[in-house]
């Protein structure tokens, strides 16, 4: 059984430890999010510090997945410090499943918590960008997400090659346009 839960910026700090192991499993898996190898326990320490601290001053959440056991095995995090001309727009970023928990539907749950929440503070437009080509492209073209278009060579793999990366959107249901 699988839990989606909000960490808030104490909770992330006292739960480094898994996030780590979430992090490092994805970018050694050779997952592009960020990072390239090698990948260590400082630099994901700094990047989940860097969250926890957008979190309690940017109203950013973390939403994760946790197993049976407690053990965090799924994260994603709903971006809403954008401009005041987007108030109804939100971005998408790092959604981790540990390799050993896919093919499970955890993504899907956590991408379902996240458009709630999303829809909660009147977001009804979501963006996200990821490697072209990669499991994850398949995972969001299956949510329905809506391709805008591909940027050629926007980032390195974990191992240094250069990758594409195609650009997603999506309409949540409800919601009517801000402005005129
Ligand atoms: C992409 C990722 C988040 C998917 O997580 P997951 O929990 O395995 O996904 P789900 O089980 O919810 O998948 C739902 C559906 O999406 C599709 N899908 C998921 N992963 C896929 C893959 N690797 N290849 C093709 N389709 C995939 C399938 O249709 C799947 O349904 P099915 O298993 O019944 O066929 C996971 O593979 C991952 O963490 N990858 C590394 C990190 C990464 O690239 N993150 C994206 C950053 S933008």
Redesign the pocket.
Same mark, same amino acid.
Request: net charge positive; hydrophobic share 45%.
């Given at each position: 059984m699988v839990t989606i839960t909000s960490l808030h910026h104490d909770d992330i700090l006292l739960r480094l430890h898994s996030l780590n192991a979430l992090l490092i499993d994805?970018v050694e +898996?050779g997952?592009? $999010?960020s990072f390239v190898l090698p990948m260590g326990e400082d630099k994901a320490r700094v990047f989940w510090e860097g969250v926890a601290a957008s979190v309690a001053r940017d109203g950013r959440q973390l939403l994760v997945a946790l197993d049976d056991q407690q053990h965090i095995i /799924?994260c994603v995090i709903l971006v809403t410090d954008l401009p005041e001309n987007q108030p109804h727009r939100a971005e998408v970023a790092? *959604? *981790? $499943?540990h390799s050993r928990?896919?093919? +499970? /539907?955890?993504?899907?749950?956590l991408m379902a918590r996240l458009e709630q929440e999303a829809r909660a503070q009147g977001r009804w437009l979501l963006v *996200?960008?990821?490697?072209s080509g990669? +499991?994850?492209e398949?995972?969001y073209r299956?949510?329905g997400w809506q391709q805008a278009g591909v940027i050629p060579d926007y980032a390195l793999m974990p191992d240094g090659a250069r990758c594409s990366t195609t650009l997603f959107w999506k309409h949540l249901a409800a919601g009517s346009p801000p402005g005129r």
């Open positions: 994805c +898996g997952a592009s $999010v /799924g790092k *959604l *981790l $499943v928990a896919r093919r +499970g /539907g955890i993504a899907r749950a *996200l960008d990821t490697a990669s +499991g994850a398949q995972f299956r949510c």
